[in-house]
C-alpha cells in the first residue's frame, strides 16, 4: 500500500447516499470518515419526516449497508411499505449509524467549510494526483483539518432551496420575511396553526408542491375558510400531474390524480405563468406583485410556501478542480441525461463513475448533488453511484463500470387533464397506423390539436424519479 492508501476516505453528509458510500467502502476494507453538519444522521430526511416517500422500502436500503445491519440483528422493515422520512432515519440510518465499523468515523456536527489539496493550490499542476486531500470542518471545538486519500462529496442540495423569482433569484423582499417557508413544511401538523384558516400561496409544479398543496387541502376540510392559491411558472397544469395509474411507484402516481380531482374540483386556485416580483406586508398579510400570463396581479395572503426545488453548494469546494454543465450545474457527462430542457419521461439510465468524473482525480460528487439543479432524484440511483465510485477508489475498475441497477418506470410525462393515463410514457403508445408519437398525442391530434408536445422532445429522454419526496 502507498502511503496515501493508508488514510481513510472522507464522506461529506451522514444522509442515506453518504452512509450508503460508507458502508462499500467497508465492504472493500478501506475506512470511511464520515463528516455530517447536523446533529443526527438524516438531519435533512428529518427536515421532511412528516412526508411520505413514493418509494416502498424495498427501493430504500442499500445492499452494503443492509449487510452490515443483518450482521447486527437489524429488525427488516416490511419491503413493501412506504415510509415517511422520519422513519427511514428512526428505521434505518439511526441503526446504520451504531454499527461499530460506522461509528468509529462518524463526526456529528462538523460542517465541512473547505477542501483542498494538501500542500497545493488549485493552479498547482505538478504531482497534484498523488498528493493527498485536506478536509477542513468546524465543529464545537473550533476548526479541525483532516489528511484523506480522496473525497465523495454527498452533502445533497436540501440547504440551498431556489427562491420564487422567476430568474432564479429572491424576489423583492423575499429573504426578509418570515411568512416565506421552503421545502415541504408540516402545515397539517407542526406548524398548523400558522395556516388553518388562513390564505396560502404554494408556488412550485413538482411533487413536493403537490404534498403541500394536499396537506392544506386537510386543513380546509376542517376549516373552510382555508384558502389554497397554487401558482405555477409555465402555461397550464399538465406537467405537474405525475405518472398517474402508470407510474411504477404507485403513490406518486396516486398523488398527481389527487391534485388532478383537486383543481377541477375548485379546492385549489391555479395560477399559471406566475412570475412574482416583489412582495411586502400590509395590515398583517403578505401583499404580492406578480404578472399571470402577462398580465399584473396583486395577491394578499397569510403565508407563503415556495417549493421551487434546490440547487448545490460549491463553496466549499474551491480549491478543487471541478466541472459542471452551466445550465444544469451536474458533471458534464451526466447533465445531458437528466437536463429538464431536455427530457420528460422515462427513467435516467443507471450509472456511475463515468459519468460523475471531475478534473480532480479521487475526488466525486454523488447523490442529489449530482444532479446540480435538475429536480428529482432516487435514493437507489445514489447508491448504484456510490458502489461504482468506491470501487473505482478501490481500484476495481471493471466493476465501477458495470452497471447493476433496474430502475422503475416513471410513467407518463404529461397529461391531458380531461382524460386519464392508460399506458406507458404519455398514455402508451399511439395505436397503429395513427401519425402520433403517442395515445396522449393520439387524442390530442384527434380533437384537432397540433399533438401533446412529447412528439417534440427526444424519445426516450429521462425523468427523475425524486428522493424522498
Known amino acids: 500500500m502507498t502511503s496515501n492508501e493508508r ?35 438524516g438531519a435533512s430526511l428529518l427536515e421532511w419526516g412528516h412526508v411520505r416517500v413514493f418509494s416502498p422500502w424495498k427501493y430504500n436500503i442499500d445492499d452494503a449497508a443492509r449487510k452490515l445491519l443483518d450482521a447486527n440483528g437489524w429488525a427488516v422493515p416490511l419491503p413493501h411499505h412506504l415510509p415517511t422520512g422520519r422513519e427511514i432515519v428512526e428505521d434505518y440510518l439511526l441503526p446504520l449509524s451504531h454499527v461499530p465499523a460506522i461509528a468509529r468515523g462518524l463526526r456529528l456536527g462538523a460542517s465541512v467549510t473547505a477542501v483542498a489539496r494538501s500542500g497545493v493550490d488549485k493552479v498547482s499542476s505538478i504531482g497534484r494526483d498523488q498528493r493527498p486531500f485536506v478536509v477542513r470542518y468546524s465543529n464545537g471545538d473550533g476548526e479541525q483539518d483532516v489528511v484523506v486519500r480522496a473525497v465523495v462529496d454527498a452533502s445533497g442540495t436540501w440547504g440551498q432551496p431556489n427562491p420564487m423569482g422567476a430568474n432564479g433569484l429572491p424576489v423583492r423582499g423575499e429573504r426578509s420575511s418570515d411568512r416565506v417557508s421552503y421545502g415541504i413544511p408540516d402545515v397539517a401538523g407542526r406548524r398548523r396553526a400558522d395556516f388553518i384558516g388562513k390564505r396560502t400561496l404554494v408556488v412550485g409544479s413538482g411533487h413536493s408542491a403537490i404534498n403541500v398543496a394536499l396537506a392544506l387541502m386537510e386543513l380546509q376540510e ?6 389554497i392559491f397554487w401558482a ?21 402516481g396516486a398523488l398527481g390524480l389527487a391534485a388532478k380531482r383537486a383543481i377541477v374540483d375548485g379546492h385549489l386556485k391555479m395560477l399559471t405563468s406566475f412570475a412574482a416580483q416583489g412582495l411586502t406586508i400590509e395590515d398583517g398579510r403578505v401583499s404580492i406583485e406578480a404578472q399571470t400570463g402577462g398580465k399584473p396581479l396583486r395577491l394578499d395572503v397569510d403565508q407563503i410556501v415556495v417549493v421551487t426545488g434546490f440547487r448545490p453548494d ?12 452551466p445550465a444544469v450545474e451536474a458533471p458534464p457527462a451526466l447533465a445531458p441525461l437528466i437536463d429538464p430542457n431536455l427530457h420528460s419521461c422515462g427513467t435516467v439510465p443507471p450509472h456511475g463513475v463515468e459519468e460523475l468524473f471531475h478534473p480532480e482525480k479521487d475526488f466525486f460528487i454523488v447523490g442529489s448533488k449530482s444532479y446540480g439543479r435538475a429536480p428529482t432524484f432516487l435514493m437507489k440511483t445514489g447508491y448504484e453511484q ?17 452497471v447493476e441497477l433496474v430502475l422503475p418506470e416513471t410513467g407518463v410525462c404529461r397529461v391531458d387533464v380531461g382524460s386519464a ?29 397540433s399533438g401533446c408536445g412529447c412528439g417534440d422532445l427526444p424519445t426516450g429522454g429521462p425523468e427523475r424519479v425524486s428522493e424522498g419526496f
Open 314 to 325: 460549491f463553496t466549499f469546494l474551491r480549491e478543487l478542480r471541478i466541472e459542471v454543465n
Open 222 to 227: 376542517s376549516d373552510p375558510r382555508t384558502e
Open 386 to 402: 456510490v458502489r461504482s465510485v468506491v470501487a473505482e477508489i478501490a481500484g476495481d475498475h471493471a466493476s465501477a463500470r458495470r
Open 7 to 41: 488514510l481513510p476516505v472522507a464522506v461529506i453528509g451522514a444522509g442515506p447516499v453518504g452512509l450508503a458510500a460508507a458502508a462499500r467502502l467497508i465492504e472493500r476494507g478501506i475506512e470511511p470518515l464520515i463528516l455530517e453538519r447536523g446533529t443526527s444522521v
Open 232 to 252: 405555477l411558472r409555465h402555461h397550464g397544469v399538465e406537467r405537474l400531474l405525475g405518472g398517474g395509474l402508470n407510474d411504477q411507484l404507485p403513490e406518486r
Open 421 to 449: 393515463p392508460s399506458g406507458g410514457c404519455c398514455g402508451g403508445p399511439a395505436p397503429a397506423p395513427v401519425d402520433a408519437c403517442c395515445a396522449a398525442d393520439a387524442v390530442a391530434k384527434s380533437a384537432g390539436k
